[in-house]
Structures are given as C-alpha cells and as structure tokens.
C-alpha cells in the first residue's frame, strides 16, 4: 500500500496517550458511541481515502463516488453505538460502503455503466482528479491505473466488490468473508470468476508492467 | 489445450493467490515447466495480479466529516442511535399508542344528530329529549273553541230566554182562553225552532269561516241574536195585542148577543 492510503492522524491531542493506531482508533470508536462528534471525524480522517477510493472503483463516476462516500460516514455515525468492539471497526465500515455502492449499483440501469460509458466515466474521473503526473513514468502511472478503473467495469459488482477488497484494501480471505457476511468458499469463488475476466481484459498490457 | 491442461489452468489463479495445498503447487509447476501454453497463461495472471495490486488510492476531494446538524437524520435514524435498552422502552410505548388507538378507532361510532356529529368511545349517548319549545298557538283549536263556547253560550242564553218567554207565556195564557194558548204556543215553538235553526246555522257558518276573526264571528252571532230576539218580542207583543183585541171582540160579541138575546126575551 502506498503513503497515500496509509491513514493520517491528525489530531496529536487525542492520541497523547495512546500508544499504537489500534489503540487510538478503539478509543475514537469508543469516544463516538458516547456521542463524541469529535471523535469520530478522527475516524473520518483515517479512513476517508479508502472508502472513497472503494466508492470510485465500485462505481466508477467521481460524483457518485463523493456522494456515496459521505453517505457510508453519516450511516457509520448513526449506527456507530450498533458496533460491537469484539469486530475490526474497518471491516464494519468496509461492509457499510460495500452495501451502499451494491445498492447503488442495483439501482443502475443494466449494463449502461459497463461498456458504453467506461471511457466516459474514465475521462471524468482523470479530470477532476488533481494532476500530479510531472513526468513520464507517473503519466503511464496513471493510464495504468485508469485502465484497471475501466476494466473493473466488466464486473459483476459482487465479484468487484471482492477484487477490490482483496487487491487495493488487502484484506484476507477471513476479513473479505466478514465483510460480505459470505462463507470463504463463495468469496474465493467470486475472486477467480473475477480474476479471470480481468486476466482477458488486463492481459494485453501485460507488457506495461 | 489438453484435459490435463484444463484441469491446471483453474489452478493457476489459486496458485498466485497463494490458495493450493503443497501437493497442488507442486504438480502445477511440474506441468508447467513442460507445457508453454499454460504458462503463459500462468504468467499473464501474474501479470494481471500486479496491475491491481499496483493500484494507488487517489486523493479525496474533500474531507467527509459529519456534523451534528446532518447526523440528526430521520426518526428512524434517531431510534436506531438509542441503546438498546430505551429502544425497547420506545418501541413498547409506541405499541402501546397504537393499540391503545386501534381500540379507540374500533370503539368509536359516529352519529348525525341535528345537523352536528357526536362522537363517542363505545355506546353512543341516548338521544337527548327535544328541547321543550315554546307552545305554539293553534289557533284553528282556538277559534273553534271560542265559536263553540260561543255557540253554547247563545245556545243557552235562547234557552233561559225562551224558558223565561215560556213561564210569561204561561202566567198570561191563564188569562186568555184555550184556541190563544194554542196560537201562543204553535207562535213560541216556532221560534224556539227558528232559533235553534238559527243557533246552528250560525255555528255551522263559523266553522266553515274559520278564517274570520272571532270577534267578528262573536258579533254577528250577537247581532243575529239581538235581531231574533227583537223579533220574537215583536211577534209576541203582536200577538199579545191581538189577543188582546180578540179577547176585546169576543166579549163585544158576547155583550152583542146577550143584548140581542135579552131582546129577544123580552
């Protein structure tokens, strides 16, 4: 995983006395079930990056990824005194944001999102997207990842929502199953079916690499 | 591609994800060592696998704090923020409305009286007893009554007029002789008949003009009677003095022929 998904914290004042990530986000967790505001934007700014890059590859369009992204943190803060503490606070949040874009998604007309408007959707995303591409190694960077964006679209969105969670959130078998709420069998069978279409459709820029 | 190729391509992307027992490993990479094809393909997985596991996460455009203000959220919201504890003690105070408003509902009936509905819980109210109003004048009864006690009152007064005619008449009769009596007699019958006659036509017609004041009614019945009245005192004065002048004539007539028969004797 690189820098930018590593989460920031950014309040020094609240971690004075904790000692590691977990330790601090349990306390964040624990602040926002007794209605600590405060605390649970801490829990924003740790975790804003992944979900909304979850979002963004789940759905593919930056808007409804943005919107998507705020309604899995007001659901999350609503329900936040629903979590039980024996459970990673992630994988709880990753379930919320993986229902709402599978809502999203069941919502969509039929295949509108896939083939027609891939590239659309792509160009939309590079655009609002600030540029940091300053020379040619970043600039073939980003085509790549623009390519796996768009190749992501092929998808059952089941079968994405694994790859995501396996792939750019490295989440394990366990972690996938319990987020999904399925049995690992089924998670493992989603991640081939899935792999497979993205080997046909990723295969011929293997060169990229 | 062989069947044994097949077998070992579904093998290939459990091999890169880590997802085959030793025995399973080992006679992939065995089979590709020895079969190009699948190898390539084996390779071209890798190669997919790095793409994605190459994927950055991009910058968020904003930041995605909640506010107090957006968290406040629907009542539903509101109710799944309770602990569990007062979610119950909510949840069983809303059954409790309901059915408390449910039983109302099928209890309460709904009656239209005098223009305004009156709503009860249960058994409606008995029907309040109409507000005693203001007796209303029947005057037709009241006329009717008055021209009756009218007609009664004339009625009577005829009677004791007549009765008290009958014992003058009587009281004279002693003085006058038997075919005056009878004449007085048929003469007081008659108007005794007349006036009943008259008595009851004159009823009859106030009751068929009903519309006519009573006062009205009352004096043309009087005037009727003064004017009978004032014509039986003539008849029977008339017939007084008539009696009287043949009682007059009779002893003339008498002397006449007692003079004539003492002539005659003599």
């Known amino acids: 995983m690189t820098e930018g998904s590593k989460p920031m914290l950014l309040d020094q004042g609240l971690s004075g006395s904790l000692s590691s990530d977990r330790d601090m986000e349990s306390d964040w967790v624990a602040a926002s079930q007794r209605g600590d ?9 740790k975790w804003e990056r992944q979900i909304y890059n979850l979002t963004l590859r789940m759905l593919h369009d930056p808007g409804e990824a943005e919107d998507t992204t705020q309604e899995v943190f007001l659901a999350a803060f609503r329900n936040i005194r629903r979590f039980r503490k024996d459970a990673r606070f992630s994988t709880w949040l990753y379930r919320i944001a993986v229902n709402h874009c599978l809502s999203r998604l069941r919502r969509r007309p039929q295949g509108v999102h896939v083939s027609l408007d891939a590239e659309r959707s792509e160009e939309r995303i590079m655009s609002r997207l600030p540029s940091r591409a300053s ?34 959130q490295e989440l394990t078998f366990e972690e996938i199953a319990a987020v999904i709420e399925a049995p690992v069998s089924t998670i493992k069978s989603r991640l081939y079916a899935g792999l497979e279409v993205m080997r046909y459709r990723l295969g011929a820029f293997a060169s990229d690499i | 591609m062989t069947a044994t190729c097949r077998e070992y391509k579904s093998y290939i992307p459990r091999a890169i994800l880590g997802d085959l027992s030793q025995e399973e490993q080992k006679a992939l990479d065995q089979h590709l060592a020895e079969c190009s094809p699948c190898n390539r393909e084996h390779r071209m997985y890798g190669d997919t696998v790095r793409q994605l596991s190459a994927g950055q996460n991009v910058p968020v455009p904003r930041h995605f704090f909640v506010y107090p203000e957006e968290s406040l959220g629907t009542p539903w919201h509101a109710f799944l923020r309770m602990s569990r504890a007062w979610q119950a003690a909510t949840a069983t ?3 409790a409305l309901g059915f408390a408003s449910l039983l109302a509902i099928s209890r309460l009936q709904i009656r239209s009286e005098d223009g305004a509905l009156v709503l009860a819980f249960g058994t409606l109210p008995e029907r309040k007893p109409p507000a005693p109003q203001a007796p209303q004048m029947d005057t037709s009864a009241l006329e009717a009554r008055i021209l009756k006690a009218a007609a009664e009152s004339s009625r009577q007064d005829n009677l004791e007029f007549l009765r008290t005619l009958r014992a003058e008449m009587a009281r004279s009769n002693k003085a006058i002789g038997r075919e005056q009596r009878a004449l007085l007699e048929r003469a007081i019958n008659n108007a005794e008949l007349r006036m009943g006659q008259l008595v009851s036509t004159t009823a009859a017609n106030l009751e068929r003009k009903t519309d006519r004041s009573v006062q009205e009614v009352y004096r043309k019945v009087s ?10 005192d003539n008849r029977i004065n ?13 002893d003339a007539i008498l002397a006449t022929l007692l003079q004539v028969a003492e002539l005659r004797m003599q």
């Open chain 2, 93 to 95: 105070v809303l059954l």
């Open chain 1, 37 to 45: 505001n405060r605390a649970f934007n801490q829990l924003v700014l």
């Open chain 1, 135 to 168: 020379h040619e190694g970043e600039i073939l960077s980003e085509e790549r990842q623009s390519r796996v964006r768009a190749a992501l679209q092929f998808l059952q969105p089941e079968h994405r929502a694994v790859l995501e969670l396996k792939f750019f």
């Open chain 2, 238 to 250: 008339l017939l007084a003095i008539n009696g009287e002048v043949k009682s007059t004539q009779t």
């Open chain 2, 223 to 232: 005037l009727e009677r003064a004017r009978d009245l004032a014509a039986v």
